[in-house]
């Protein structure tokens, strides 16, 4: 029997699995995915991209690719019942599809298909990362005394070839409209692994062997979805649409290529009107379409894509598993209605949530690596749990009437964001010192530790070229420091983030040790630093100069020179307006104040630019200070 090592095996290909694996890349860390499907997913399933999990394909370098094949979503037309007794359907209102606060798309439409390929794509250059279909696990067993920080593989998993995996096909009708597999097994390897990630799905195979509980039930709620081409005289086909019948609400999303997703109650109860979900064809589908169109025509050109499923609204009881050897992602361990477009989004976040925190303690940086692998636990199950709670409030918006339909449905289109989520105190959250004295000038807005930053959007201060600060984040495992150093056009201001420079920089009694390379100054030397200093100003850029700044704002590589991108102004640029940044997180501007943003750009600490050993004590309580010698 073939034995492979490897650091991180990854069960299931599916987004969660592939966006996982993207942190690895350029890493040195050894992944192995495994997948029973023959290959990506054909077609179908997930395809509303929310803002966050946009910035995280940015993050990985994808952005280009996802953007140029998207459908942007920009209006949202409600449909209800005609008054008249006609029994047809007028437009009620035509509202925006945005949320002001994130200033940019709140969503956008493509299908699972092309998001796994983009994904897959980014991976097949990294000779450190390996992907098998067709392979399966069979058993796991977990040695908890191994220590994290010792060189051992305490995981081992054995893989077997799964022979007659069957490829999708139109219609197969599954729970959640998700689709198993069954093959016949031939055990052929054994894996040794320092951790194992399941993300293999609603029926996960690591979960069960974990014992984890899937707490929740199923609805009898019964659900038709179906991608075509339609052909129809409805006016606001191409608009996001929710037309609001007394049998419940059918969900319209307009896709690139003239196609269109319908989402169309079936039953309120599994045997109601089309008996059992096996039972459901397309056929059926379309008619309940029609009568809910109707006085409007719907016919299908063409259809590639249709699936039933029943709703279940469940959670895992863990997240983790066996001292933190074992983890659960995504559907593995939270599953609900695809409505408000969360499964796929949700799962990514999930990833990308515990991959920093895996590439961080494989790479040995951190001095605790147990504490800081807790928080993937402490902080994704409370959002699992929310969006659960959730859904069953928005489910009850598309199986029968509602009289605050548009209320619940704009407070909905805001949860749906991420917005509201705030991860609770832990080494890799923290309220430094002073904090709390100054909470009416810092903490205001989204400015708050344990939320994810504001994407905000300002310009480099040598060029006025405009950027947002998510995209300036690029996931390489780097924490950033930002310096919300104020108008340094004014004496006091630029006095106070040169100090903060000298701290940022001195190996002795600063933080020189994490911001400052530890081996060479060329370009690949700075990319390894572990901690990457930036800072925000709101003075006219025309009386600031960028060399007169410390250098730990602009450093510079012998082989590349300074490095012009890491000073921004919050000023009006060129094009696309003023950002307003100090505004929109009521930063003092005279004041300023200084935030950890953590790899996955949720915000660790907001710290005064009066506390210096603030920023030290962050980077000590998440363990990155002792793990790094002097």
């Keep these: 029997m073939a034995i492979i090592t490897v650091d991180v095996l990854i069960i299931g290909a599916g987004p969660a699995g592939l966006a996982l694996a993207n942190w690895f890349r350029n890493s040195g860390i050894r992944v192995l995915l495994v997948d029973k499907k023959t290959g990506p997913t054909p077609r179908g ?131 959640n409209g998700s689709n198993g597999t069954n093959g016949h097994h031939h055990v052929e390897e054994r894996v040794q692994a320092k951790y194992v990630v399941g993300c293999d799905g609603a029926h996960s195979w690591l979960r069960k062997q974990l014992g984890v509980a899937f707490e929740g039930n199923s609805t009898d709620c019964l659900f038709g979805v179906v991608d075509l081409i339609p052909k129809t005289d409805f006016p606001d086909i191409r608009r996001v649409g929710y037309l609001r019948r007394a049998t419940g609400t059918v969900l319209i999303i307009p896709r690139s290529n003239k196609e269109v997703r319908f989402y169309i109650p079936i039953a309120e109860k599994i045997g109601d009107n089309y008996g059992t979900r096996e039972e459901v064809t397309l056929e059926r589908i379309l008619a309940t379409a029609r009568a809910a169109l109707s006085p409007y025509t719907l016919e299908a050109g063409t259809v590639s894509w249709w699936s039933a499923y029943c709703v279940t609204q469940r959670v895992g009881s863990r997240f983790s598993r066996r001292r933190e050897r074992a983890f659960l992602v995504g559907d593995a361990v939270h599953t609900h209605s695809p409505k408000a477009g969360q499964g796929l989004n949700t799962s990514v976040q999930d990833a990308y949530n515990l991959g920093w925190k895996l590439r961080l303690v494989l790479q040995g940086r951190i001095s605790d690596p147990e504490a800081l692998l807790r928080t993937y636990e402490s902080e994704r199950r409370p959002v699992a749990q929310d969006l659960i709670d959730f859904d069953r409030g928005y489910l009850k918006l598309f199986t029968g009437p509602s009289s605050q339909f ?225």
């Design 45 to 175: 399933h997930a395809e509303g991209l929310k803002s966050t999990t946009n910035e995280i394909f940015a993050a990985f370098g994808i952005e280009p690719q996802i953007e140029a094949e998207s459908w942007r979503l920009e209006e949202i037309a409600i449909w209800g019942e005609s008054k008249d007794g006609s029994g047809g359907i007028v437009r009620q209102h035509v509202i925006e599809d945005k949320v002001d606060e994130l200033g940019v798309a709140r969503e956008t439409i493509l299908q699972q298909s092309r998001v796994e390929h983009h994904l897959l794509q980014n991976l097949l250059s990294h000779t450190n990362i390996a992907i098998r279909y067709h392979t399966a696990p069979v058993s796991v067993d977990i040695d908890t005394s191994c220590p994290h920080l010792s060189e051992e593989y305490p995981v081992t998993v054995h893989l077997a070839n799964v022979k007659d995996d069957k490829p999708e096909a139109n219609g197969t009708s599954t729970s």
């Design 406 to 630: 548009e209320t619940e449905f704009l407070w909905a289109m805001k949860f749906s964001t991420g917005l509201s989520i705030r991860y609770a105190r832990s080494c890799a959250v923290q309220l430094s010192r002073g904090v709390e004295d100054v909470r009416p000038s810092l903490l205001k807005a989204d400015l708050v530790p344990g939320k994810r930053l504001q994407n905000f959007q300002a310009v480099y201060q040598t060029d006025r070229v405009v950027d947002r600060i998510q995209r300036r984040m690029r996931a390489t495992g780097a924490f950033r420091v930002i310096v919300f150093a104020g108008d340094i056009a004014e004496p006091e201001p630029l006095a106070k983030a040169q100090r903060w420079g000298e701290f940022l920089a001195d190996r002795d009694s600063g933080l020189g040790r994490v911001t400052m390379p530890s081996d060479g100054d060329d370009a690949t030397a700075w990319q390894d630093v572990p901690v990457e200093i930036l800072m925000v100003h709101c003075a006219n850029r025309h009386q600031v100069e960028l060399l007169d700044l410390h250098e730990i704002y602009r450093p510079w590589s012998s082989d590349q020179g300074y490095d012009y991108w890491r000073v921004l102004a919050d000023v009006e640029s060129v094009i696309e307006g003023h950002g307003r940044v100090y505004e929109r997180l009521d930063i003092d501007k005279h004041r300023g104040c200084c935030v950890v943003i953590r790899p996955d750009g949720y915000i660790g600490a907001v710290i005064d630019l009066d506390d210096l050993q603030g920023l030290r004590g962050y980077f000590e309580g998440v363990g990155l200070i002792g793990a790094i010698p002097n």
